[in-house]
């Protein structure tokens, strides 16, 4: 981990929304994350954590016992909603657009991935630029490095849980390896970091 360019650590400007990836590790993670975040919670949250392209998942489910936000599974054509926790749905890369509605696509996986980090970090830093906050967690692979990055070089929050403390440090270190973020966090600051952003 050298020469990485400093981090400014200034805020310039609010955030509008959260992107938040993970993977292997990221059930624990999330659950202490977003547990206890309040229904009056300001801003959108939208998360692509890795799963399995077949079959239904149980995310939505898990996190409407774990937190008082609105949660979703991701549809096409969604219009983003503050207060509201959407998880992308397998398959399918979770994509921000212009007039702030989700889509969905099938492109080719990014770093065996679909849904991919990196294309939700990518569609966000296009459309929200410095009103992005983006959060990159435990995973084995090295997807989300590069999305972050990228809403760093578009003026955006960027926090990367501390490698130390995550479950798989290759993907906390994966971003570290290519910029240093605003922050680097364990779990429980990163919480209470959400809580200040509303």
Not at 147 to 152: D, H, K, N, P, Q
């Amino acid at each position: 981990m050298k020469d990485l360019p400093p981090s400014t650590g200034v805020r310039r400007s609010a955030v509008d929304a959260v992107v938040i990836g993970t993977s292997a590790g990221g059930l624990a993670a999330l659950s202490v994350l977003l547990s206890g975040l309040p229904a009056t919670y300001r801003l959108p949250l939208l998360v692509v954590q890795h799963v399995p392209a077949s079959g239904p998942t149980q995310l939505a489910d898990i996190f409407r016992r774990k937190t008082a936000l609105r949660v979703k599974e991701a549809d096409d054509k969604d219009a983003i909603e503050g207060g509201t926790l959407y998880f992308a749905a397998p398959g399918y890369h979770l994509l921000v657009e212009t007039d702030l509605t989700l889509s969905l696509s099938q492109d080719d996986a990014v770093h065996f991935s679909r849904p991919s980090i990196d294309a939700l970090f990518e569609s966000a830093a296009d459309v929200w630029g410095e009103r992005v906050a983006g959060i990159l967690l435990t995973g084995a692979n090295e997807d989300g490095a590069a999305g972050l990055r990228m809403i760093a070089q578009a003026g955006g929050l960027t926090i990367v849980q501390d490698p130390v403390e995550a479950e798989i440090p290759t993907m906390p270190l994966a971003a570290l390896q290519r910029f240093a973020p605003d922050h680097i966090l364990p779990l429980r600051d990163i919480h209470r970091l959400l809580r200040e952003l509303e």
